[in-house]
Nanobody
Framework: QAQLVELGGGSVQAGGSLRLSCVVR????????MGWFRQAPGKEREVVAD???????RYTDSVKGRFTISKDNDENSLDLQMNSLKPEDTAMYYC?????????????????WGQGTQVTVSA
């Protein structure tokens, strides 16, 4: 079973940037579908961005133009560059991995999850 460890969370003021990394062990991610999710207190976990086997990326509307998801096959990691952060981006962020896929998948497709890293954006 894959092990996913998220790094890079923290506190930042609105307008600032953070870069999250998800280091994956015991599983090669080169063909995996992977995604970043977030969950704020009292809310459901939602997808932020995902990337499929072919490298196609998708973003939830609220982060388009501000966040960038990328996969580093050499480092076996998944990154999320977050710019122009807003207070509403505050949440626990999770990375997830599944098998190969083409196109969008549902949350249940992902078989392995990290423990999460907290992102807090102050006004």
């Amino acid at each position: 079973q894959a092990q996913l460890v998220e790094l890079g969370g923290g506190s930042v003021q609105a307008g600032g940037s953070l870069r999250l990394s998800c280091v994956v062990r015991k599983y090669f991610i080169s063909r995996a579908c992977m995604g970043w999710f977030r969950q704020a207190p009292g809310k459901e976990r939602e997808v932020v961005a995902d990337i499929d086997t072919g490298g196609e990326t998708r973003y939830t509307d609220s982060v388009k133009g501000r966040f960038t998801i990328s996969k580093d096959n050499d480092e076996n990691s998944l990154d999320l560059q977050m710019n122009s952060l807003k207070p509403e981006d505050t949440a626990m962020y999770y990375c997830a991995a599944g098998g190969a896929c083409a196109g969008p998948v549902t949350r249940t497709f992902y078989t392995d999850w990290g423990q999460g890293t907290q992102v807090t954006v102050s006004a």
